[in-house]
């Protein structure tokens, strides 16, 4: 059974930093990224990263948080830095939908695998 499971969340003050683990089993998923839920918001994307390490971010996302991932683990994180109340959000992490994910989307649509979500929370 394939599972995602995210952590390292929680509250933090701004311009602190956090990072995020995403430990998939089941399969190995060739593209993996994060979303996020801000209160009162609709889930947004962050990042998604291929398997041999390209990437591709939000505008808004790119220079203070960073994608990576390591194979052997099975595994994905995002380092968060420099954060502000504006992050504050459930991170989620997702892997693509089989058949129909193409690179470079930001569609909630073309991720079907996704993480229970982990809470980061930012204070000013």
């Known amino acids: 059974q394939v599972q995602l499971g995210e952590s390292g969340g929680g509250l933090v003050q701004a311009g602190g930093s956090l990072r995020l683990s995403c430990a998939a089993s089941?399969?190995?998923?060739?593209?993996m990224g994060w979303f996020r839920q801000a209160p009162g918001k609709e889930r947004e994307f962050v990042v998604a990263?291929?398997?041999?390490?390209?990437?591709y971010y939000a505008a808004s996302m790119k220079g203070r948080f960073t994608i990576s991932r390591d194979n052997a683990k099975n595994t994905v994180y995002l380092q968060m830095n420099s954060l502000t109340p504006e992050d504050t959000a459930v991170y989620y992490c997702?892997?693509?939908?089989?058949?129909?994910?193409?690179?470079?989307?930001?569609?909630?649509?073309?991720?079907?695998?996704w993480g229970q979500g982990t809470q980061v929370t930012v204070s000013s």
């Open positions: 089941g399969r190995t998923f060739s593209t």
């Open positions: 990263i291929a398997w041999n390490g390209l990437t």
């Open positions: 997702a892997a693509e939908r089989s058949g129909s994910y193409y690179w470079g989307s930001q569609a909630i649509a073309d991720f079907d695998s």
